[in-house]
């Protein structure tokens, strides 16, 4: 969700600032390079939201109904994750950066074919989109935890646990 440069400037203002505040009140010291590598996993979570969105609104097919509320789903759960990361980074001291232009510049995620309608299409492509995501959401819980952020590997780890689940019942479709 944040340029490269935004991301830099934020480093820079969090690495001159002695302590953010934690919700309890208490001063925790963090790692102004973690919190940049930290915010540079977000724009996968909106990513993730708008490529469900848009299995929902052009799946065809005879299984129409039942995938059309799967995907509705998955778009729900990835809407969590990103109101999960966006508040974990404030809660680090950061800036939540939402805006869809810098999203668009920054996912991971494979990009979303335009012109796809067919069920089996869209459950590919999305749980393509669930498996990457997922790994990434792993990965960011080994680097938390090596940079000793247990309470942001507990946030990464509630996402990884979701988004396996919403691989699953998608890639359920793919048998049969």
Do not use: C
């Amino acid at each position: 969700m944040w340029g490269a440069s935004e991301i830099a400037a934020m480093a820079t203002e969090l690495a001159e600032r002695p302590a953010a505040q934690n919700a309890r009140g208490t001063v925790r010291q963090g790692s102004a390079p973690w919190r940049s590598r930290f915010w540079q996993r977000a724009p996968g979570t909106a990513d993730l939201e708008r490529q469900a969105k848009q299995a929902h609104w052009n799946v065809k097919g005879p299984n129409f109904i039942a995938l059309h509320e799967l995907f509705d789903k998955v778009a729900e759960a990835a809407e969590e994750f990103t109101d999960l990361l966006a508040e974990r980074a404030t809660a680090l001291g950061g800036i939540a950066e939402g805006r869809l232009q810098v999203v668009a510049g920054h996912s991971t995620l494979p990009p979303y074919p335009n012109e796809i309608v067919a069920e089996r299409e869209h459950v590919d492509v999305l749980s393509t989109a669930l498996a990457v995501f997922g790994k990434a959401a792993r990965e960011a819980i080994d680097e938390a935890a090596r940079f000793g952020d247990a309470d942001t590997a507990d946030v990464f780890t509630e996402i990884s646990r979701e988004t396996d689940k919403q691989l699953w019942l998608v890639e359920t479709h793919l048998h049969g």
